[in-house]
């Protein structure tokens, strides 16, 4: 199951690994905003917050499946056949019982939010833990072995069906059951493909437990804490506000973190193995972390900030006017997504360096602040309270973060300010025109007069921030280690790659 990968490939498998995981993630954003623009035209926000309070409760069951068995394989670069047969067991033991729990569960969950419906929608989603359980462990080998092309296609292919499904329900439904049922099916879906994509089939068994569970109780709390910060406000705004609330924010939460559900979990799911590959030799693990800042920073940075800029059109256009009451949490929460895809790699640097209480330090210290400004910003602002309560944590805690890992590693701040500041700046100046082109009080005139207005905005908004980062990038001496310096060079090899493909076309 285990591939050795010469020390001098790693870096170009991190690198491809980190293009397929974001193009996948850039797939499923797409994928998923569009059927979210879909039925958003079809259902309500109402339907929305019935089955957010129905995932947020399935979220809690599903952090038993966060102990964190796929990482320890991973991290492990002489595992088994027995220890991934063990995580497989494992696995099947965990979704039987959360399946059993959720259903269990559900009377109490109903009564919590107030919403007797919610009843239902989690007997049908107790099936997704279940069906998650057998999932062949096999394919974890892909990223185990920095095979990220055949990982990208595992999980795109399933992607697609289940959002094809579900759309396809929604229209002929007309109702939110469309979203648990399209849920359940796209994971059933999963199991089959991940026993026809990767032969590996696993056996019943326990001989390795030992092995794999020992590196597992830090990524348990780790996710549970991590589910708290991001499924917080659903608790909150569920509880207080109910059903239609919480489903603008869900929506306007899916719109504005798209530079970290983008960039932040593919990131991750690459740097992680290749990380471990590099822990050995500490020089090029350095540069590795600053460069993937550096990356995320040309990128997340300009996108959030133009989400935030365009958010009054996004929502007009896309949505319609009955999602006018997201446009605030979207502005926010778009910025928000800045802080947390800038930090997107630490918790990577954390799991293969062996210190994960290190990542359970920062969450926590995160919840002490985002759970009170919640619960008060909540009550008084309703879902522009929850949204200003996750940005101001965001920013807080951002540098602390940062200090914390550069300790650890050894970075020095100036050669992360070094990479950061041109970003930001550019950002800055982007931001400066679409506000003034585009200002948020054009609320209004229909969906395709917001569209127009809408691409128009990307595009002044990219060719603004190109021209004032690359400028940016020349007068300061065109630094060698830098995104831009990445970008270029990535640019280089993909036009002499074509070039070469058509000298040998004629």
Avoid at 335 to 358: D, E, H, I
Wanted: charged share 15%.
């Amino acid at each position: 199951m285990t591939e050795q990968v010469p020390s001098s490939d790693v870096g170009r498998r991190i690198a491809a690994g980190m293009a397929w995981t974001v193009s996948f993630k850039l797939f499923d954003r797409f994928v998923g905003l569009l059927s979210t623009i879909v039925l958003a035209r079809i259902l309500v926000p109402h339907d929305f917050g019935l089955v957010a309070m129905a995932v947020t409760a399935l979220g809690i069951v599903e952090m038993f499946r966060g102990l964190g068995f796929e990482a320890a394989l991973i991290r492990n670069r002489e595992a088994s056949d027995a220890e991934f047969d063990t995580a497989w067991t494992l696995n099947v033991l965990l979704g039987v019982a959360m399946g059993l729990a959720m259903v269990a569960g559900a009377p109490a969950v109903a009564r919590f939010f107030n919403e007797p419906r919610v009843q239902p929608i989690l007997y049908v989603l107790a099936l997704v833990p279940v069906l998650e359980g057998v999932v062949n462990i096999g394919i974890i080998g892909f990223r185990k072995n920095l095979d990220f092309r055949r990982d990208f296609q595992f999980m795109a292919l399933r992607r697609a069906l289940a959002a094809i499904i579900t759309v396809s329900m929604a229209l002929t439904l007309r109702s939110y059951w469309a979203l648990p049922i399209g849920t359940a099916i796209g994971w059933a879906i999963g199991v089959i493909l991940s026993y026809v994509m990767h032969p590996y089939r696993p056996q019943l068994s326990l001989r390795a437990g030992r092995a794999v569970m020992g590196f597992s109780a830090w990524i348990f709390l780790n996710n549970w804490l991590g589910f708290l910060r991001v499924r917080g406000a659903s608790f909150v705004i569920g509880r207080i506000g109910g059903a239609a609330p919480l489903g603008i924010f869900e929506v306007a939460f899916q719109i504005a973190s798209l530079p970290t559900t983008a960039l932040v979990v593919p990131l991750n799911r690459a740097l992680f193995p290749g990380y471990v590959q590099l822990r050995d030799d500490m020089t090029k693990y350095r540069y590795a972390v600053v460069q993937v800042i550096a990356g995320m920073a040309l990128l997340a940075i300009p996108a959030g900030i133009g989400i935030a800029c365009t958010g009054h059109l996004i929502v007009e256009a896309f949505l319609g006017d009955k999602w006018l009451d997201a446009i605030p949490a979207v502005q926010m929460l778009a910025v928000f997504g800045v802080t947390m895809a800038l930090q997107a790699n630490l918790n990577s640097v954390y799991n293969s360096l062996g210190k994960p209480r290190l990542q359970a330090v920062i969450t926590t210290m995160t919840l002490v602040v985002l759970l009170p400004l919640l619960i008060f910003w909540v009550r008084m602002d309703g879902v522009e309270g929850a949204a200003r309560a996750y940005l101001v944590t965001g920013l807080l805690v951002w540098p602390i973060n940062y200090a914390i890992c550069f300790r650890l590693v050894g970075i020095r701040w100036r050669s992360v300010i070094a990479v950061l500041w041109r970003p930001m700046v550019a950002a800055g100046i982007m931001a400066g025109v679409l506000m003034t082109v585009f200002p948020g009080s054009q609320v209004g005139g229909g969906s395709l007069q917001a569209l127009s207005r809408f691409v128009g905005a990307i595009g002044l908004g990219a060719l603004i921030y190109s021209l004032a980062v690359i400028g940016l990038w020349l007068l300061s001496g065109r630094p060698e280690n830098s995104g831009e310096r990445i970008i270029v060079r990535h640019a280089g090899r993909q036009l002499r790659n074509v070039a070469t493909r058509l000298r040998g076309s004629t």
